[in-house]
C-alpha cells in the first residue's frame, strides 16, 4: 500500500501545475478483511509516524462495503482466488463433481473443475458489480492473484503438484488408520488456481464498467532461489493459508502436523523436479480502470 | 448513531424536491477509538443486516484522523471529559498541584482544580482544531459530555461525592495497611467534570471555526428510578468506566474489589442525600456547526 501511496504522490507533484500554489493530497487507506480477522493486531502493526489516514472496513468484498463513487484506487493482492464458498454439487455424495479421493480439482473429472469454475466467474462478478459502483469514474482497480495461461494444465505447476501431492499424503494416512477415506473425499480446498487471461477478459467485459489497462501473467517464484527452491519456506507459506481449511475439516492439529510433514518430505524427495514446476506463469497482474460514469 | 442516521434520513425525505427522481442517501458511519480499543469485537456487534457502510479508525481524537473535509456529521458521547493525560503537575511532590489524600480535584485546592482546567481546555482546543479540518462547511459536531453551571460547586454533585467516599475509602484502607498512603497521594483520575457552558463558549470562539447551535445543560438522571437511586447499577457503571485507571495504579484487582465494595456501602448509608445529589445539571448537550469554508 505504501508504494502506491508513494507513487501516486510522485505522480501528482510530476503533474502539478506550477502556477497554483502547492497543495499536498491526503491519503486515507481502508484495510478491508473479514469481520473475522483480527482488526486489532492489524491496527497496533500500524506505524505511528504514517502520513496517511487509516480505517478498518469489516465485510465480505463481494458486497458493498463502501458508499458509491467513494474510491479512488483499489488494490487485492492473492485474495480473489479464494472462493468464499465452495460449489454446493462437490458436498453432494452422488454428484458428478464429488471429488473422491482429491482435495482439490487439480487432476480431477471436468464436473469438478466447471464447479470450481463456475464457482469463480460468479464471485468475481460480484466484485467487480461492487467496485464499479464504490469506484469513482477513472478510478484504478488492480488485482494480484493466482492464474496460468489457458493451454497450461494445473498439474504441471507447483501449486497443483502441491494439491496432488497433499490428496496422495490423505489417502496414505487413510491406508494407516490415521483419518477416514470420506473424510478426505468430502475435504475440498476453496482456491481457483488457473484463472487465464482470456477468462479475465471475458468477466471483465461481461461486466462492462472498467477498461482494462494491464493484464499479464508472470513468474511469482518466491520460492526460487537461484537455482533451487526453498522448501521449508514454501511449505511454512502454504501450511500458514491452509492449514485453517485442515483443522475445520479434520479436527485437529495433529493431523495438519502430519499432512505438513509428510508434504515437506514429498517435495524434497522431487527436489530436481521442483524448478521446473515452479518456474511458470501463475501469476496474474490485472489493471483495470472504472470507465467514466455518465450521470443522466 | 442509528438515531442520527434515521433522524437525517427523515429530513432528507422531507426536504427534497419532488421533481427531482429520488435517490436514497448513502451512509458510511466511522467509529474511532484509540488503538488499544478491541475493534474486533465492535465489528462482531454490529448488526448484519445494517443499511449503512462502516468502519473503525484506530487513533486520538486530539490528532487529525480523517482527511479534511470529509465528514459531515461527527458525534461523541461522554469522551471530551476524560484526559488523555494527567497535568504533570500533579505528579510533583513538590508542587502546588501535589493531590495529597484526594484522587480529584473535587474539594482540592485551587491549584490542583487550576491543573485539570488548563489540560482539559488544551484538550478541547486540539480535538477542535482537528474536527474543524475535517468536517465540511456545514457539518455537525453534537458532543455530550460531563459539565456543571459555573456556580455549583462539584463537591455538591453525585459525582464529586463519589470522588470525596473515593478518597475517604482509600485513605482507610491505608489505615488498615492495605494500600501506602503515597499510593493514594498520586493516585488522580483523568476526569475533568465540570465544564461550564462559559468555557466551553470560550474556547469555541477562541478556535472561531464553529457557530453555537445548541448550548444546555441537563439532568443525565440515569440512577434516579422514581425518588431512589439505583446504587448497584450506578458503582457498576462507575467501576466499568474507572477500573482500569485503578489496576493500573494499585496493580491488583483485590484493591479494586475492596475499593467499590466500600464505595457502594458509603453510597447506601447516605441514600438519603443521593437524590439531591443526582438531581443537578450535570450533563452538557453541545451543538456546534462548521461555519462555511471560503476558499481563497
Redesign the interface.
Known amino acids: 500500500m505504501l508504494n502506491i501511496v508513494e507513487a501516486i504522490k510522485q505522480k501528482y507533484e510530476a503533474n502539478k501545475c506550477p502556477a497554483i500554489p502547492s497543495t499536498r493530497p491526503?491519503?486515507?487507506l481502508?484495510f478491508n478483511d473479514l469481520?473475522t480477522n483480527?482488526?486489532?493486531t492489524l491496527?497496533?502493526s500500524?506505524p505511528e509516524d504514517r502520513d496517511y489516514?487509516?480505517?478498518?472496513?469489516?465485510?465480505s468484498f463481494l458486497d458493498?462495503?463502501?458508499?458509491?463513487s467513494?474510491l479512488h484506487f483499489v488494490y487485492t493482492s492473492h485474495s480473489l482466488h479464494w472462493l468464499f464458498k465452495l460449489p454446493a454439487e462437490l458436498e453432494e455424495e452422488n454428484s458428478p463433481a464429488w471429488n473422491k479421493g482429491r482435495v482439490h480439482y487439480t487432476n480431477a473429472p471436468d464436473d469438478v473443475a466447471d464447479a470450481y469454475k463456475s464457482q469463480f466467474c460468479e464471485e468475481v462478478r460480484k466484485f467487480l458489480d461492487a467496485r464499479a459502483k464504490e469506484l469513482v469514474g477513472g478510478g484504478m482497480l488492480v488485482i494480484i492473484m493466482s492464474g496460468t495461461p489457458v493451454d497450461l494444465p494445473l498439474s504441471s505447476t507447483a501449486n497443483g503438484k502441491m494439491f496432488e501431492f497433499m490428496a496422495s499424503t490423505l489417502m496414505e494416512m487413510v491406508r494407516e488408520g490415521l483419518i477416514k477415506e470420506s473424510q478426505v473425499d468430502s475435504f475440498n480446498l476453496p482456491l481457483y488456481q488457473s484463472a487465464s487471461p482470456e477468462e479475465i477478459v471475458d468477466i471483465v467485459e461481461r461486466n462492462g464498467c472498467f477498461s482494462i489497462e494491464r493484464l499479464e501473467l508472470s513468474k511469482p517464484s518466491s520460492w526460487l532461489k537461484g537455482a533451487a527452491v526453498d522448501v521449508p519456506a514454501w511449505m511454512m507459506h502454504a501450511r500458514a493459508a491452509m492449514e485453517g481449511n485442515f483443522i475445520k475439516h479434520f479436527g485437529s492439529n495433529e493431523v495438519v502436523d502430519e499432512v505438513f510433514k509428510r508434504l515437506t518430505k514429498k517435495h524434497l524427495d522431487h527436489s530436481e523436479l521442483l524448478p521446473q514446476w515452479c518456474n511458470q506463469d501463475v501469476q496474474l497482474f490485472i489493471v483495470l480502470k472504472r470507465k467514466k460514469i455518465i450521470s443522466m
Open positions: 491526503e491519503f486515507q481502508f469481520v483480527d482488526f486489532n491496527f497496533k500500524l489516514f487509516v480505517a478498518g472496513v469489516p465485510g458493498r462495503i463502501f458508499p458509491e467513494s
